[in-house]
């Protein structure tokens, strides 16, 4: 996706791109990290779902996909208009413990199928017999599009040598600290769509010069700027928010278009800095 095409293709909220099998996802969607499970992120996936956000991210590690089921429930718009994502955790990696662990999550989610499942972190020596279980689960129709998360290029590269459906979303750290633009070519070059986590930085955003100044000139907060540069990116995006206030305003970014010189100004931000863990060196 060129940049001409990608800022054309950047409509509103409930707007979408086209995976590799063809299936749809939104390009902004409600990450749920650190929201509690209950009251908090039943509220959050409501909230965001009343907003226009049709897209709602979670992981088993989050301890809130009752929560997310509930929520989903509660807001009255029919399954099949959202876009749900969960994560298999680590140790339920192998085989036969990915399609246990898959099973449960549906079963928390209170939903008959996912829209997109990913291998939360690439634990050495298993997450290829899990990325067959992922397989089969997506050829059964239990799941539109399978993916990764925390896969760096030599990651992805071992999992692509002898898979027979190939990752068609990689969702990584992504801020104006951690750019990785050789990793975003190559997941370009492969037809692999990017996904950012902690976007605004576990809210660092909100304090950087830069930022600031740039959102001054559109009327916008640095939240805004930082979303609208993942979008004119290419790269999806799941800002985390509890505040109703905060997940409208992280929506408000389809009335502006940042200049390719204000783009390069925060790709220049760039320092290669981690706000999350290693994918070559975690331990959890």
């Not at 800022?7 to 390009?27: C, D, V």
Request: aromatic share 10%; charged share 30%.
């Amino acid at each position: 996706m060129n940049t001409e095409t990608t800022i054309k293709s950047i409509t509103n909220l409930q707007g979408t791109w086209e995976l590799r099998n063809g299936y749809k996802m939104p390009y902004l969607g409600l990450g749920v990290w650190k929201a509690e499970d209950g009251e908090e992120v039943i509220n959050a996936v409501k909230w965001a779902i009343e907003a226009g956000y049709r897209h709602i991210d979670t992981a088993k590690a989050y301890d809130n996909e009752e929560g997310v089921g509930k929520g989903i429930k509660d807001s009255g718009v029919a399954r099949e208009e959202l876009f749900i994502t969960s994560k298999l955790w680590n140790n339920d990696q192998g085989y036969e413990s990915t399609l246990k662990a898959f099973d449960k999550t549906l079963q928390r989610l209170d939903t008959d199928y996912l829209d997109l499942y990913l291998i939360h972190w690439p634990v050495e020596g298993k997450y290829k017999n899990t990325w067959r279980a992922m397989e089969k689960l997506y050829k059964e129709g239990k799941i539109k599009a399978i993916g990764v998360s925390n896969f760096l290029e030599h990651h992805l590269m071992d999992l692509m040598k002898d898979c027979e459906v190939k990752p068609m979303v990689d969702q990584l750290e992504f801020h104006p600290w951690l750019v990785q633009e050789d990793l975003q070519k190559f997941c370009a070059e492969n037809d692999i769509q990017y996904e950012a986590w902690s976007p605004l930085m576990q809210g660092k955003a909100f304090e950087n010069e830069t930022l600031k100044e740039i959102g001054e000139k559109y009327g916008k907060t640095p939240a805004q700027v930082v979303l609208r540069w993942d979008l004119q990116n290419g790269v999806i995006t799941i800002p985390k928010s509890t505040s109703k206030d905060h997940i409208k305003s992280n929506a408000n970014v389809f009335d502006f278009e940042l200049s390719e010189e204000d783009m390069q100004t925060i790709t220049n931000l760039d320092k290669g800095r981690r706000i999350g863990p290693d994918p070559d060196n975690f331990d959890f």
